[in-house]
């Protein structure tokens, strides 16, 4: 009789796990906070924005059959997934980052272009050092010689914090161009009486370890490459920021894709965040470029109560929701980041708000689902398009 239903339960489970050794993604049911931690802390990577009650996307390895199981929580199969093995060599080097995705080198070089073409407005800062010796670079952009009347404000982009997101890099680098080339030839948005007044700082890749890594050997990396010293690699550095780190959302496995490191800011390249932070006048805005999800979130992640500004973070954070629906027709949610999305404890966008009062965002960008992480090349432009209508919309409304 045991045998029987044994031998049932594998016919059953032979439908939803694949018998071909193959990349899986797969939704689990995720009922209540201990399924979550228990997902958390699972060796599979997450497909999803991390792990969501209700139900939560995991990619599995083709040796990583049992893990899913082991979860003992009821899933099904969504989709085969390409091999993340080898991307670097199956994809051509073309230079164009408004069709191409590029490799970190290939980003910074193009960055580094415009810091020649712009030389008045553009500098660049190297804020840290990576574990594997690459270097951070943000870009400051202000018209320096402007008379400043009024208090000085910046505005801070961050793209490329999880490796996967390739997105994140390509559209940093879009609002840093046009924002750099509007400065500099004159045609800013701005009020006349702010332009100097206003630093805006821009960090394509704040996680250029992971970004390579996604490229030469697993593109649904995600976080950095530190060696946890148990076999292990990486920290989420969207967990490692010191606003109620260590909460929820987050894992203290380094094997977890939501690893938040061995203390708040352990990592070089959140340090280097902190540290420029530290340099920077009042911070009027903070945006988190991810992907995937079309969601305007804010603060904050860690704890479903409202911030005191709740008002004027929904405002603008719809405003930006707004102004992308105005471009390109798509539509993306604006809500605070614990309800709309999920809990998570340790992330820049609680920090900025957290120890500056920003207006602090993450967004993420396209698309709804299909593609996940692996957004194709021809919706790069149209992405960078729609998120600089929001970054405009987002600066005229703050500026005044
Ligand atoms: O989990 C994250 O770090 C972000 N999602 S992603 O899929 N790009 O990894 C969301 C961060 C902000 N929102 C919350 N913390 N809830
Ligand atoms: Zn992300």
Not at 5 to 11: E, F, M
Not at 163 to 169: C, F, L, S, V
Request: with cysteine; net charge neutral; charged share 20%.
């Amino acid at each position: 009789m045991l045998r029987r239903l044994v031998a049932l339960v594998l016919c059953l489970l032979s439908f939803v796990v694949p018998a071909q050794p193959q990349w899986v993604r797969y939704r689990v049911l995720v009922p209540d906070q201990f399924a979550a931690q228990r997902v958390a802390d699972s060796p599979l990577g997450l497909f999803s924005e991390a792990v969501t009650l209700g139900s939560t996307d995991l990619i599995a390895a083709p040796n990583q059959t049992a893990e899913i199981l082991r979860l003992g929580l009821p899933f099904w199969r969504v989709q085969e997934l390409p091999s993340p093995y080898g991307w670097a060599k199956r994809r051509p080097q073309a230079a164009d980052y408004r069709t191409n995705y590029l490799r970190y080198d290939a980003i910074i070089a193009q960055c580094e272009q415009w810091r020649a073409l712009y030389p008045n407005v553009v500098t660049r800062q190297a804020i840290g050092v990576t574990v594997n010796g690459r270097t951070v670079w943000a870009y400051n952009v202000v018209k320096p010689w402007f008379v400043v009347t009024g208090p000085r404000i910046s505005f801070v982009f961050i793209g490329g914090t999880h490796a996967r997101e390739w997105i994140g890099p390509a559209v940093t680098m879009h609002l840093f161009h046009l924002y750099a080339e509007g400065l500099a030839s004159g045609n800013t948005f701005l009020p006349r009486s702010a332009v100097g007044r206003v630093t805006a700082t821009f960090i394509p890749v704040l996680n250029p370890d992971g970004y390579e890594y996604s490229w030469t050997n697993d593109r649904y990396w995600r976080k950095n490459r530190r060696p946890n010293g148990d076999g292990t690699f990486g920290v989420d550095l969207n967990r490692n920021y010191a606003t109620a780190w260590g909460g929820a959302g987050s894992s203290g496995w380094g094997g977890s894709d939501v690893y938040r490191g061995p203390a708040p800011f352990s990592e070089p390249e959140t340090r280097g965040v902190q540290t420029m932070v530290g340099r920077l006048p009042t911070i009027a805005g903070f945006i988190d470029l991810h992907s995937y999800g079309q969601q305007v979130l804010y603060p904050w992640s860690y704890t479903t109560d409202p911030t005191q500004d709740a008002a004027l973070l929904d405002h603008y954070g719809s405003v930006m929701a707004q102004a992308i629906h105005d471009r390109s027709g798509k539509a993306y949610e604006c809500s605070q980041s614990s309800t709309g999305l999920y809990l998570s404890a340790g992330c820049g966008e609680d920090w900025f708000y957290d120890v500056r009062r920003a207006m602090a965002y993450t967004i993420e960008m396209r698309d709804d689902g299909t593609y996940g992480f692996l957004l194709p090349e021809d919706q790069i432009a149209p992405t960078q398009d729609e998120i600089w209508a929001a970054y405009r919309a987002f600066l005229s409304a703050i500026v005044r």
